[in-house]
């Protein structure tokens, strides 16, 4: 018999999902949890101690052989050994540094749900963000013309807003707000990839650019620098696109006349976002100490695609320490009411 278990088998499953999701596994490998959760969550106790001792967990759609064993101990009182086991391959800290300023943040201006390009449910991205001990979380699915991405019509986006709101009036007055947003792209002329009458009903805006990367240096100048100045703008997301690892591969910066964008991000009281996911580490460090030199507002955001990815932002914590960063520049420390003053359109 294992070591006592009281969190349930439900508990168990998710921090499972959780673990691997913040180690950045492919989604894939954590659908496995995640389906077998949603697959008992409905059960009753009693149905659960009756299959697992007649071994009919398995029969569940969704349930597999790994996820029953998960199930199987949980539901005896028993702390499941796969959950032992990544908790000491993943559980520890990301990062040395980033502590401090982590526990100063509020909230994430910038994350996907299964409505575009991430793996999950928007219930559950906020769910996780409560855990995380947010007070908001700005839902931030993809813009049309990013189809691979499954990017959101203005129809699908005005869908999207019926459910936040009925999430938000599920949750009720707990003190944690999911709010409405977009991850807009930066079309070539900086024009934006959505409908002014949709982007006025969102609570925040990050605007970025996912195509044409590799355009010259004075033409991506002109876009970002147009993009940054339309008043529906509050954030520039990931601004160089470089990947510098994972299992996308690499690639290079954008190049651009960095000043000139730093400087419209100040003329306009947009944030540049640290983006925390370590395969971006955008902006590099070089172009993070410029904006910080041009005094620029910032955003630390996760970019989560998974509900365990919310927790990366420590990544982007520890990178704006070691820039010197003040708190108050970075906006996703203010609360809920300070920034969505800030975001409402110029
Ligand atoms: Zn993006
Ligand atoms: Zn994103």
Redesign the pocket.
């Known amino acids: 018999m294992g070591e006592a278990y009281d969190d349930g088998p439900v508990a168990a499953l998710r921090r499972l999902a959780f673990l691997l999701e913040r180690a950045r596994e492919d989604t894939y490998k954590v659908k496995a949890y995640r389906a077998a959760a949603a697959a008992i969550l409905p059960l009753g106790d009693e149905e659960l101690v009756r299959r697992v001792a007649a071994g009919t967990l398995t029969d569940l759609p969704g349930v597999g052989a790994s996820t029953a064993r998960v199930v199987a101990e949980a539901v005896r009182g028993e702390r499941p050994r796969r959950l032992d086991e990544l908790e000491q391959r993943y559980g520890g800290p990301q990062v040395a540094g980033g502590h401090e300023l982590r526990a100063a943040l509020r909230g994430d201006l910038h994350s996907h749900s299964d409505w575009s390009d991430g793996g999950s449910p928007i219930e559950e991205m906020a769910m996780t963000a409560i855990e995380l001990g947010h007070d908001y979380l700005v839902l931030t699915d993809h813009s049309p013309r990013l189809k691979v991405a499954r990017g959101l019509s203005a129809e699908r986006l005005a869908r999207q807003l019926d459910v936040v709101d009925a999430v938000n009036d599920h949750l009720g007055d707990g003190g944690f707000r999911l709010l409405k947003g977009i ?1 807009v792209d930066i079309l070539d002329d900086g024009s934006l990839d959505q409908t002014d009458a949709m982007l006025e009903r969102l609570d925040v805006r990050v605007a ?1 650019v ?1 195509s044409k990367l590799a355009m010259d240096a004075p033409a991506m100048t002109r876009r970002m620098v147009a993009a940054v100045g339309d008043p529906f703008v509050n954030v520039l ?2 601004c160089t696109g470089r990947l510098v690892r994972g299992s996308r591969g690499t690639r290079p910066p954008s190049a651009f006349d960095a000043r000139a964008v730093f400087e419209a991000c100040v003329e306009h009281d947009v944030a540049v976002e640290i983006n925390a996911r370590p395969e971006r580490r955008d902006p590099p460090t070089a172009l993070l100490q410029l904006a910080r030199d041009v005094g620029c507002l910032f955003s630390i955001d996760s ?1 989560a695609h998974a509900p365990g990815q919310l927790d990366l932002q420590v990544h982007g914590c520890e990178r704006a320490e070691e820039a010197g960063i003040e708190p108050d520049r970075i906006v996703n420390t203010w609360s809920l009411e300070r920034l969505t003053s800030w975001a409402r359109p110029r």
């Open positions: 991850e970025s996912h997301g990931h970019d």
